[in-house]
Nanobody, 124 residues
Framework: QVQLVESGGGLVQPGGSLTLSCVGSGLIFSTQAMAWFRQAPGKEREFVATISRFGTILYDEDSVKGRFTISRDNAKSTMYLQMNNLKPEDTAVYFC?????????????????WGQGTQVTVSS
């Protein structure tokens, strides 16, 4: 059974930082394209960042480029999202996503496995 478990969310002040983690089990992590999506209240789930099995990285340019950094450690079956200079509009549930494909994941329709999500709240 495939499981993706996120952690690291919480409440942070504007300008603060958080690091999210996603641990995968029940799958060959190194063969997966991985991604982070987020969903704010009343909004659709949206793409944040992705890293392919080969290390190709893409970000949502408008919202997070320059502030967020995605990475992965295949030996630990873990993906990370380092979030700096957080803004209130970053408040959302952040979801880990995986798909066994060669290319990065940008579309929800390509995701094969989802985590349960971790809440990030940016507020003073």
């Amino acid at each position: 059974q495939v499981q993706l478990v996120e952690s690291g969310g919480g409440l942070v002040q504007p300008g603060g930082s958080l690091t999210l983690s996603c641990v995968g089990s029940g799958l060959i992590f190194s063969t997966q394209a991985m991604a982070w999506f987020r969903q704010a209240p009343g909004k659709e789930r949206e793409f944040v960042a992705t890293i392919s099995r080969f290390g190709t990285i893409l970000y949502d340019e408008d919202s997070v480029k320059g502030r967020f950094t995605i990475s992965r450690d295949n030996a630990k079956s873990t993906m990370y999202l380092q979030m700096n200079n957080l803004k209130p509009e970053d408040t959302a549930v952040y979801f880990c996503a995986a798909a066994q494909q060669m290319t990065p994941i940008r579309e929800r329709s390509l995701v094969q496995f989802w985590g349960q999500g971790t809440q990030v709240t940016v507020s003073s």
